[in-house]
Structures are given as structure tokens and as C-alpha cells.
């Protein structure tokens, strides 16, 4: 019931500054918890960044902390991902994914987008 596309990702330089986008469809999307996940080549996924829309409370992975900015507005059902200071290791495919709770928002999350490739050389 809940349809997700990243855009945003390119190419950058170390130190730079990307901003990911994740645009949402669906009556419900709002009660949805929403996260930011991220994989490399020959790399498992991993979950950076999660906000629930309900409660606005968001964490992030220790790696990102400080660096990244996960937000939300629902006006334009979109939710973003800043990411300042970035990094040769921040390089991945990025991916948001949504599902009822924040507990639930994990590698197997219900509904994910295509993914958008963020490139950071050193």
C-alpha cells in the first residue's frame, strides 16, 4: 500500500554534502516509520538512519552520527536524508524503507524503494 522513490544521489567529493530524497504514496503513509539504509558491493545492507512519522523520533548508526540528518515533510509525503562531511566509506547504494514501527523497519521492511548510488572519492 506504500509505494518509495530515492533520488538524489551522485557523485561527490570527500568532505561534501549529498541530499537524498525518498518520495512516498499512500493513504497511510503517515503512520508509517520510515528508514535510511545503505549497501556496497560485496557488503551486507545496513539500516543508518530511521524517523517515525507518528512520534518524529529518529536515530542513527553510530558511523553516520553527527554527519547525517534524517527528516520528514509530510506536506510533500517526502522524507530526506542530509548528508554532510562525507566520506570514501559512505559510498553505496542508498534505500529507504517503511513499515508500521520503527522496530519493524529492518533489512526485511515491507516496502522499499530502487535505490539511488552515492559515489564519494577520496
Known amino acids: 500500500q506504500v509505494q518509495l522513490a530515492e533520488s538524489g544521489g551522485g557523485l561527490v567529493q570527500a568532505g561534501g554534502s549529498l541530499r537524498l530524497s525518498c518520495a512516498a504514496s499512500?493513504?497511510?503513509?503517515?503512520?508509517?516509520?520510515v528508514g535510511w539504509f545503505r549497501q556496497a558491493p560485496g557488503k551486507e545492507r545496513e539500516r543508518i538512519a530511521v524517523?517515525?512519522?507518528?512520534?518524529?523520533?529518529?536515530y542513527y548508526v553510530d558511523s553516520v552520527k553527527g554527519r547525517f540528518t534524517i527528516s520528514r515533510d509530510n506536506a510533500k509525503n517526502t522524507v530526506y536524508l542530509q548528508m554532510n562531511s562525507l566520506k570514501p566509506e559512505d559510498t553505496a547504494i542508498y534505500y529507504c524503507?517503511?513499515?508500521?514501527?520503527?522496530?519493524?523497519?529492518?533489512?526485511?521492511?515491507?516496502?522499499w524503494g530502487q535505490g539511488t548510488q552515492v559515489t564519494v572519492s577520496s
Open positions: 524517523i517515525n512519522w507518528s512520534r518524529r523520533i529518529t
Open positions: 499512500g493513504r497511510t503513509f503517515s503512520s508509517y516509520a
Open positions: 524503507a517503511a513499515d508500521m514501527s520503527i522496530v519493524q523497519v529492518t533489512t526485511r521492511s515491507r516496502y
